[in-house]
């Protein structure tokens, strides 16, 4: 599963997971180690993405962020929300199809 986090706004996110050893990547390089069970990191404005075999919850300002899900990771990217485009700028559908490791071409879809 790949949750992607389009991030607006500097601000803290808090995670719950069932997983060990989750990275919240971020575009294009960096990461940082993700707990399991609940844990908190504070993110710059960006896109995000965190691998998992299961579902991991984020929560935080809602205003500052927004994160979709797909459970597919090589075929189906995560939606892109509408405001990600307006609030990060133009994103190329390669880069991302790139970041989040996406195999076929029509896998990214815009919410």
């Not at 996110?13 to 069970?37: I, N, Q, V, Y």
């Amino acid at each position: 599963m790949i949750t992607a986090i389009y991030v607006y706004q500097s601000t803290s996110l808090h995670f719950k997971t069932s997983d060990s050893g989750l990275a919240l990547c971020r575009m294009p390089s960096g990461s940082a180690a993700l707990a399991e069970g609940e844990s908190a990191q504070w993110v710059e404005k960006g896109v995000y993405k965190i691998e998992s075999s299961n579902t991991v919850e984020v929560t935080g300002d809602n205003t500052a962020f927004e994160a979709a899900e797909n459970p597919t990771i090589k075929t189906n990217g995560p939606s892109i929300p509408p405001l990600a485009s307006q609030q990060l700028g133009p994103l190329e559908v390669s880069a991302l199809q790139s970041f989040f490791g996406i195999t076929d071409a029509m896998g990214l879809d815009s919410a």
